[in-house]
């Protein structure tokens, strides 16, 4: 993210707005920034108790030089803001999963909210997405394309030249044209 680009706030509930009379919920008190310069006002204890990753971060005392934003620590993450977004609104509980029942659940970015749930340690978001890609086995194989694909495509490679040689490995048989008559 470059330092020219304004910080924008993620859309509800992750936006920071808050008003007092009407809302119940209690303010978020930590910062997730995008790669694309989105902040997302998260929970300490949502994050703590969703993820593995961000426990054992959040037991040990922040830094003192930290980034913050309106009193609170900013934490800067390598994912995209459509990442985030979908990742943490299937760690919140409270949270609507209403477009993620549809068939475009597995499109788009799937492969990559499902690596940042792997590398976070959403646990529970990474089990929903597997029973999700499971549910349409349709998608299974795009799903794995996609994640061979994120990761560089070495396997990819590897499957093109496997089948690319299969004719020298499995020699088509000749057909007897005599049977048939």
Request: proline share 9%; glycine share 6%.
């Amino acid at each position: 993210m470059s330092n020219d680009s304004p910080i924008q706030d993620a859309p509800a509930p992750f936006s920071g707005a808050f008003d007092p009379e009407h809302d119940t919920r209690p303010r978020a008190d930590f910062i997730l920034r995008s790669s694309d310069g989105v902040d997302f006002h998260v929970h300490r204890a949502i994050l703590c108790f969703a993820s593995e990753c961000f426990d054992g971060m959040f037991s040990m005392p922040l830094p003192p030089d930290e980034l913050q934003r309106d009193s609170l620590p900013v934490l800067p993450l390598l994912e995209p803001a459509a990442v985030l977004l979908r990742l943490l609104r299937l760690a919140y509980p409270a949270s609507t999963l209403a477009h993620y029942d549809s068939d475009n659940a597995l499109e788009g970015d799937f492969v990559a909210v499902y690596a940042a749930a792997q590398k976070y340690g959403f646990c529970g978001v990474q089990q929903l997405l597997d029973e999700m890609l499971a549910a349409q086995p349709q998608h299974t194989f795009r799903f794995g394309w996609g994640a061979v694909t994120t990761l560089g495509g070495a396997l990819a490679d590897f499957i093109e030249w496997v089948f690319d040689g299969i004719d020298v490995l499995i020699p088509p048989r000749p057909y007897a044209q005599e049977s048939f008559r």
